[in-house]
Every structure is written in structure tokens, then in C-alpha cells.
């Protein structure tokens, strides 16, 4: 979606236009879905995720200042929430943030090869590849989305590009 139309939709949306709205859950909510799905591994953790986030975005859109910041608010959240299903689901194996599974079925690289060696990349990395080169975010919503300042995620997208490097000539 253009930003330009998603801040106005957001904007619609926040002065209680409910048609705004539900064309922002259209556009939004499949890629919402499919990145909570590469969070967390399971189809039905990932649709309460998304749902739980959409139900908590309608009441606190007005709490968003920047109608920029929208793809950004929804899938901190989505990443958020994904995070406490997994730890609930999990308390025996006190499942951390950074065991988060992506399964590798799910993401749609070309090259098999390439895949595999994403998924030995550490969780950190593989977000910032996902996010950076799937989701095509920018720099600065991917800082916002893992909530990490800029220098950081430029960091771990390096790293991650030299950790490939090596992983490809082995």
C-alpha cells in the first residue's frame, strides 16, 4: 500500500471512519499473518496473534501520533504478542525471545540452499533479513519494529550478510 493512502486511511480511521479501518485490516492483515507465522511456527498461534493485535489496534489507534508509523506500530506489536503466546504455550521449556522459531517451509526464498543457511543465522539476524529483504522495510521501521536504534539493525544486517558469506563457502 502507497503510504501516502495508508496514513490517510489512518487518519480516516482515527476520526472513527469504520470503512478506513477495515480497508487498513485488508491491506494489512495477510502480511501481519504471515510474518507472525515465521515468528512462531504455528498456524493458530500466528491468527490469534494477528487477531489479538487488530482488536488492541482499534481501541489505541487515536494513542498513534505519527499515521507513519502505522506498518511499523502493527507488526511491533504482531512481533510482541507472538512472543507471549509462544512463552505461554511453552512454560515448561521457559521458551526465551530469542528461540523464536521461523520455519523454513513458509519463507518463500528462491534458492533452497539459501534458505537453510538463513535458518542457522541467530533470531536476531534472520528478523532483520526477513524484514529488510522479504517485507522490504526500511532501516528505520525495521528499528522500530524490533525496537533496537538504527546502527543496530545496520549492524545485524551486516553481520547476517557475512555470516552468508561464510555459510556459502563452506
Known amino acids: ?56 489496534a482499534a481501541k489505541k489507534l487515536l494513542k498513534l501520533n505519527d499515521p507513519k508509523a502505522f506498518r511499523s506500530w502493527m ?3 504482531v512481533r510482541w504478542r507472538c512472543i507471549d503466546i509462544a512463552r505461554k504455550a511453552n512454560k515448561t521449556e521457559q521458551m526465551s525471545e530469542s528461540e523464536v522459531v521461523v520455519p523454513t517451509e513458509q519463507l518463500q526464498v528462491v534458492d533452497s540452499g539459501l534458505l537453510r543457511l538463513i535458518q542457522e543465522l541467530p533470531e536476531v539476524e534472520r528478523q532483520a533479513i526477513y524484514l529488510f529483504y522479504l517485507e522490504e522495510f526500511s532501516l528505520v521501521e525495521i528499528s522500530i519494529v524490533l525496537e533496537v536504534p538504527q546502527g543496530t539493525v545496520k549492524s545485524r544486517l551486516n553481520r547476517a550478510r557475512k555470516n552468508l558469506k561464510v555459510l556459502l563457502t563452506n
Open 75 to 77: 507488526y511491533r506489536a
Open 1 to 56: 500500500m502507497k503510504t501516502s493512502r495508508e496514513e490517510l486511511l489512518v487518519i480516516s480511521a482515527q476520526a472513527g471512519n469504520e470503512e478506513a479501518l477495515t480497508e487498513l485490516y485488508r491491506q494489512f492483515y495477510q502480511p501481519l499473518l504471515k510474518f507472525a507465522y515465521k515468528l512462531c511456527g504455528h498456524h493458530d498461534w500466528a491468527q490469534d496473534a494477528v487477531q489479538d493485535v487488530w482488536l488492541d
